[in-house]
């Protein structure tokens, strides 16, 4: 891999299809090319991912409300080294697909099946009435976060009261219709590879994502910790209660990290990293990650001096893109792939290769 000086930048040459992988929108305010990553098995992935990439234009999918903005919070974060920079991701409709094959993808909250089909009609019920209200461009968010408190609140309580087991969680995961976008596996590698940490913040639970990376990716990634609502079983595996505050997709932010546990901890591998919440406060410049204008409020109570946001808006587009546009610095639409974030985050640790 072939690299040069020009006016002070580093140009580091790489394959054509992970060029034409890179959102056109991009490239007039990210000043350098750099390489996505050194490991193997990331070229290898990215390679794979090649015969779906070539025909899409990204182009026609991004947003970007203030490119000079942006341009000038990457060289920010570029600057500080990848020491001191964090991701928070949301998870359903930003990790994980949209729609798949033609269908809306379930959520991890959605997915779930008790064996109980009295309690499974009477979620559903909740989700039919509370989520058109979760979305709604009129509703005050102080009346929004009311609703969603009512409604977490509901649903936990009937999973409870159904009779929830572990295994019928393992199983509800196997049957469900949820897919994480192309590139997520890619973007989890590079950070872990540069000791970056990622928080998941999700107003799911976190027994069923942990299940859902398990099954669907079968490995686990030592930067990353899961902030979500987590399950309490007896010894015969059936729940009986939640851990801690309801997070709920309104309010979870960092002041819900003591909430966090480390995704390798679930998966019997104790090796690599341990990054404690106070050095993950300490790193204070921010790659945001969210399908939703309430996502921006999962890096509240961190004291961070540079934040970029991604947001992906998936559905309902023609209502919400100004709203979106001017929320966050960089929209995709269309249920787009990771692929642009993973160049994203080339260009925020491109400092290493100098």
């Not at 196997?174 to 976008?181: H, K, V």
Request: proline letters at 4%; glycine letters at 6%; aromatic letters at 8%.
């Amino acid at each position: 891999m072939n690299s040069h000086r020009v006016q002070g930048s580093t140009i580091i040459s790489i394959p054509l299809h992970l060029a034409n992988a890179i959102p056109q929108q991009l490239h007039h305010f990210l000043p350098s090319k750099y390489c996505c990553t050194s490991s193997p098995r990331v070229w290898n992935r990215c390679c794979s991912a090649q015969n779906k990439m070539e025909n899409q234009d990204l182009s026609k999918f991004t947003i970007t409300g203030d490119p000079q903005s942006l341009q000038n919070k990457i060289s920010q974060i570029r600057m500080a080294g990848p020491s001191k920079l964090q991701v928070i991701a949301d998870f359903d409709g930003t990790l994980t697909r949209y729609f798949i094959n033609g269908s809306r993808g379930q959520t991890s909250h959605g997915l779930l099946q008790q064996g109980n089909p009295e309690y499974d009609a009477k979620r559903q019920a909740l989700y039919e009435y509370y989520h058109p209200l979760e979305f709604s461009p009129t509703i005050p968010l102080e009346e929004k976060t009311k609703l969603m408190e009512e409604w977490w609140g509901k649903t936990h309580g009937l999973l409870i009261e159904g009779g929830l087991t572990y295994d019928a969680i393992k199983k509800s995961v196997s049957d469900a219709l949820i897919a994480f976008r192309d590139g997520v596996v890619e973007l989890f590698e590079f950070l872990e590879e540069r000791d970056i940490p990622v928080l998941i913040f999700s107003a799911g639970l976190a027994d069923i994502i942990e299940e859902v990376l398990r099954q669907k990716v079968h490995k686990s990634f030592k930067n990353v910790k899961i902030v979500s609502n987590r399950m309490v079983f007896d010894k015969d595996g059936h729940l009986v209660s939640f851990k801690g505050k309801t997070i709920h997709s309104l309010n979870k932010n960092e002041h819900a990290l003591d909430m966090a546990a480390p995704l390798h901890e679930h998966f019997g591998d104790t090796d690599g990293p341990n990054y404690d919440n106070a050095s993950v406060k300490n790193r204070t410049n921010v790659l945001l990650l969210g399908d939703h204008i309430g996502d921006l409020g999962m890096s509240d109570g961190l004291k961070y001096e540079t934040r970029i946001s991604v947001g992906f808006l998936n559905d309902n587009i023609e209502n919400n893109l100004d709203n979106y546009r001017n929320a966050f610095d960089i929209v995709y639409l269309n249920d787009a792939p990771m692929w642009g974030v993973v160049e994203l985050v080339s260009q925020l640790c491109s400092n290493e290769a100098q």
